[in-house]
């Protein structure tokens, strides 16, 4: 399954409110592409849905660590800014 | 907002940070120069002087002011005495910090809306957290009662209000559902989500996955909302 096909399925699910499928799903995806940039920040938006902030923090931390020019260099990192000022 | 802060300490400077951080008006006083100078750039007006004097007090024009936070702990008289002038100015609101139950009791007794004890509602707030680490906040309401806010435990998920019963079954009221509704960018990529407050929920509202509820729980239920799985 290409990594497009599997963003429309979790996306499906995320619509259903299914996101522990969505999250089965994007790991089992991220064992067959380790490390690509879009299965993790989908992984991260999606456990900001699941209300598991410290894990889409650590999820946006490796993004940043790994793509450092990146297209979603900027938008991560407005993200995690986004997460830190809740927590204050 | 305008708001003025007395007595830079700890709590006093935080306070004014966040709240300068957050777009207000801040004016900051105290004796302590260095404290002060702090906040030279950031804050209305930083103030040095001794807010016991009341033409300082009156050049605040404090009773313009949405409020006046007195951060002046370690001082009872001082904190005392600045109090009954804010209050003999007009000032509108009037939170102030005590040192202890005591200087509490004082600060209520001459009519100060709002008396505060950091460390200890700190201290109240991390039991409470310890005591229940899966509620995320919680209020009391009465004695007997608490506002609480929980993940929804998963035996709810997919549900209705009305199939779950929870009045009945529990004797708890779920008064709002939060909800992190996701947000589709028009390619169709998620760019984020959205949060829903659904207040109050109708007997047909379905709880869904990741929902967080806002109960109105007796205190003797909270240890066993903590064990929902």
Known sequence: ?88 | MQVAIIGLGRFGSALANILIEKGHEVIVVDKDEKLVQAFENLAEQPIVGDATDETLLRSLGVHNLDAVVVAIGDDVEASVLVCISLLDMGARYIIAKAENDKHAKILKKIGVHKVIQPEKDAAKSIADHLMYPKLFEKFNVGENHSIVELKAPKMFWDKSLKELELTKRYNILVMAIRRRQPVFDKRGEMVGYKEEIIAPPSANTVILEHDVLVVLAPNDKLKEMEEWK
Do not use: C, T, W
Request: hydrophobic fraction near 35%; charge should be negative; charged fraction near 40%.
């Open chain 1, 1 to 88: 399954m290409k990594v497009e096909e599997i963003l429309e399925e979790v996306k499906f699910y995320i619509l259903n409110h299914k996101y522990e499928k969505a999250e089965e799903l994007l790991k089992k995806a991220l064992s067959e592409y380790p490390n690509n940039e879009e299965l993790l920040y989908n992984l991260g938006m999606l456990y900001e849905l699941m209300l598991e902030d410290p894990k889409a923090e650590e999820i946006y931390n490796k993004i940043l660590e790994l793509y450092p020019e990146g297209k979603r260099f900027k938008d991560v990192k407005e993200r995690l800014k986004r997460i830190e000022e809740s927590q204050s």
